[in-house]
């Protein structure tokens, strides 16, 4: 119980980038943390810290520890909680990424409901369009949105991502409106770049259920939804998006869609959490309350 006890300390440092501020949410002297620390890295027979001069960080033996001790000790907490609480209590400090646009959009008007349900939990909330590594950063889960990449993740879907070709009226007053995908050829698309590299080949089908790729192209990509989202807006061209992220432009007119007939296959938006035998309360009762809220339904959808 000892290594696991200063294991956790270590991993309090490294998720509060000193000792002095682990120490203090531990309830311990700095000295008494020092020791331990030094002990653990003794046993081990490695060094786990190196000091810079503002921050503490993790040797490559030391997120090897992080990465794969987090787990057991999360799994002892659960299972030691849950037994002396008699039953599993949402408590301690959930740890969750997504990327900024659908965070800031959906998920930060819930978060106020949540922490009233649950008075005893703590959140910390990374908002990142890039794909994080949630067991090499610390975090209990992340909210991705789109097609899901192979990994040893478990995910959970939350909603359906539906998406739409759009176009401002002003743009297809002055170009036309195209009435097949290979009609797009002729007009400027404006192009999202991401993990997946540059998504300049746009897939459909018609009412058939017939696949259809068509290369598109235009003066305008970006990595980031919100500008290509104010692009399209502007009248600059086409741009494919997810109906979440548009659905408000939509609706007043300032957007419509393009191509109406073929659609576009639909990815999901997901909870992905990494695999452990024993899931923190805390992370279940997220996902459960996401899934409550968002649902069958979701807001973008009514």
């Known amino acids: 119980m000892d290594r696991i006890g200063d294991l956790g300390l270590f991993l ?79 408590s301690g400090t959930l740890r969750v990424t997504m990327s900024a646009a659908f965070g800031s959009q959906y998920i930060s008007p819930l978060l106020p409901e949540f922490l009233a349900r649950h008075p005893r939990v703590k959140l910390s909330v990374n908002l990142d369009d890039q794909v994080v590594d949630l067991v090499g950063s610390g975090f209990d889960l992340g909210i991705r949105v789109g097609a899901l990449d192979d990994s040893g993740l478990v995910a959970r879907q939350l909603a359906t991502n539906r998406r739409v070709l759009c176009a401002s009226p002003t743009y297809l007053q002055r170009r036309g409106v195209p009435h097949t995908p290979a009609d797009l050829a002729k007009h400027d698309c404006l192009l999202l770049v991401g993990s997946r590299g540059r998504q300049d080949t746009w897939h459909f089908s018609d009412r058939k259920g017939r696949a259809i790729a068509q290369r598109v192209q235009g003066r305008f990509e970006t990595n980031q939804g919100e ?17 979440w992220h548009v659905h408000q432009q939509l609706r007043d007119g300032r957007l419509q869609v393009v191509l109406p007939d073929h659609a576009i296959a639909t990815t999901g938006i997901h909870a992905v959490m990494p695999q452990r035998r024993l899931v923190p309360p805390r992370v279940r009762a997220f996902v459960d309350f996401l899934a409550e809220r968002l649902g069958a339904h979701p807001p973008w959808e009514r």
């Open 12 to 90: 309090r440092v490294l998720d509060l980038g000193s000792i002095s501020a682990a120490a203090r949410s531990l309830d311990l002297s700095v000295a008494v943390a020092s020791q331990r620390l030094k002990r653990l890295e003794r046993e081990l027979g490695v060094r786990l810290l190196h000091r810079t001069t503002r921050r503490l960080h993790a040797t490559p033996e030391g997120m090897q520890l992080a990465e794969q001790g987090r787990a057991l000790v999360e799994d002892l907490e659960v299972l030691t909680g849950g037994l002396r609480q008699g039953a599993s209590e949402v």
């Open 227 to 243: 500008l290509l989202r104010d692009a399209v807006v502007a009248g600059l061209g086409i741009a494919m998006h997810s109906v």
